[in-house]
């Protein structure tokens, strides 16, 4: 079946320095990757998600690749600003158009001064 | 934009009772709502995947019989939580997608959610 790995739970930074939050995933059909960004007490916004013709989608400076090759969709940014903290979920969509997202368990990004 | 509006914003009821959430999108049309289940414990749990016109999937561990859900438009879908336990306790999601191609036709756009907590 459909399952999403996101390795760091919690992910603690130094405001300026790079982020990456890992992705992988493993999917029956063929999958659409999505980044959404939930803030306390709001909900799941929609980050970034995946092209089908390798273009590399980017949105508030975050960009992913999709490498079906490893399946992963990592989330990267250049430079961390402290209004990025919040909590990040990977999901996968299934080509079979089922409407069905299947969620990783989430990871924190604290960005501090 | 695409914007959904899911109310109350919280509640709380007594072990026992039931309550209704409710779920709206604006600004476009959603064909599929998807009510989700995200616990302290646990990530997004799928309650049910519900299309207009189309019979309600409710996921494994979910039934029709504890989270009936009505969808009778584009713009609005409600699910009620009946006899709610302590294990029902959680922040429940909708998910509301557009129609499309590719990706699209899997981009669910999530309301703030209801908080549910019971007494």
């Known amino acids: 079946g459909d399952s999403v790995t996101q390795t760091e739970g919690l992910v603690t930074l130094t405001e300026g320095l790079p982020v990456m939050l890992n992705c992988t995933y493993q999917?029956?059909?063929?999958?659409?990757l999505f980044w959404y960004v939930q803030h306390l007490n709001e909900a799941p916004k929609l980050l970034l998600k995946s092209f089908t013709d390798n273009k590399r989608p980017e949105h508030q400076g975050f960009h992913a690749t999709l490498h079906k090759s490893s399946s992963s969709f990592h989330l990267q940014k250049s430079s961390a600003q402290l209004s990025d903290s919040a909590l990040y979920y990977c999901?996968?969509?299934?080509?079979?158009?089922?409407?069905?997202?299947?969620f990783g368990h989430g990871t924190i990004l604290r960005v501090h001064p | 934009g695409a914007l959904v509006y899911q109310y109350p914003r919280r509640t709380i009821c007594k072990s026992g009772t039931s309550m209704r959430m409710e779920c709206q999108a604006v600004g476009f049309q959603a064909t599929s709502v998807a009510w989700y289940r995200q616990s302290p414990q646990k990530t997004f749990e799928l309650i049910a995947l519900?299309?207009?016109?189309?019979?309600?999937?409710?996921e494994q561990n979910f039934t029709q019989e504890k989270f009936p859900i009505s969808h009778p438009n584009l713009s609005f879908s409600s699910m009620t939580v009946l006899n709610a336990y302590l294990e029902d306790r959680g922040l429940y999601l909708c998910?509301?997608?557009?129609?499309?191609?590719?990706?699209?036709?899997?981009?669910?756009?999530f309301g703030a959610g209801t908080r549910l907590s019971v007494l």
């Open positions: 998910g509301a997608r557009e129609p499309g191609l590719g990706a699209s036709q899997n981009t669910l756009y």
């Open positions: 999917s029956t059909y063929s999958p659409f």
């Open positions: 999901a996968l969509g299934s080509g079979a158009n089922t409407g069905k997202l299947t």
């Open positions: 519900s299309t207009v016109n189309s019979a309600i999937k409710y």
